[in-house]
């Protein structure tokens, strides 16, 4: 083990994801049953959530992709979303629903939702593994929540520090 590894607190282990993902995706499934459905995945934390979440879903979907990078101050005060890589299917008259790892200021997903929601789907709602309510500066609708957190960074199954820890089974608290 690492010294950095050592560092990771577990909080959510590889069984608690599991099995909090399989009642989201039945539950998400339900909802969408007989509906035209596109599920587009925030990279890159999102990707083992991603992955999970569809895999719970027994129905028929199209499935895409996008990356954003947001700024919260400094040059670009504004907050502006920068588009790194954009959807490779257009979403107008389809259900969409964006799936990311974290809410935390709820800044970038609000940027997102925005622009998404100017392609004109039949409906947009959004599903997040993590959410951290105390953290929140803009309000933003989550429809699908997996777990509520407080305010600690957490790292694994998708998200990093520093580029790190992405491909860890579980979600620990890092502690530098
Ligand atoms: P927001 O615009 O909601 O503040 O930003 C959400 C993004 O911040 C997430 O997609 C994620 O990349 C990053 N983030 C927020 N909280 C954490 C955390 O606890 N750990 C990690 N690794 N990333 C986080």
Do not use: W
């Not at 560092?7 to 509906?35: F, H, N």
């Not at 299917?89 to 997102?112: M, R």
């Amino acid at each position: 083990m690492t010294a950095a590894r050592s560092r990771i607190q577990p909080l959510l282990t590889e069984a608690v994801l599991a099995g909090r993902i399989r009642e989201l995706g039945a539950q998400i499934a339900a909802d969408y049953d007989g509906k035209d459905l596109i599920v587009v995945g925030l990279l890159n934390g999102v990707y083992p959530f991603f992955a999970d979440l569809t895999r719970a879903m027994p129905m028929e979907m199209d499935v895409s992709f996008m990356q954003v990078a947001s700024y919260h101050g400094g040059t670009h005060s504004t907050g502006e979303v920068k588009i790194i890589k954009d959807l490779d299917k257009a979403i107008q008259g389809k259900h969409c629903l964006v799936v990311e790892d974290i809410v935390d200021t709820g800044t970038t997903l609000h940027k997102v939702r925005n622009l998404l929601q100017d392609r004109e789907p039949a409906s947009l709602k959004i599903v997040t593994l993590l959410d951290k309510p105390s953290r929140r500066k803009t309000e933003v609708p989550v429809d699908y929540i997996g777990f509520t957190i407080e305010d600690k960074f957490v790292v694994g199954y998708g998200l990093d520090f520093d580029g790190k820890f992405r491909n860890l089974p579980f979600v620990g608290v890092y502690t530098p």
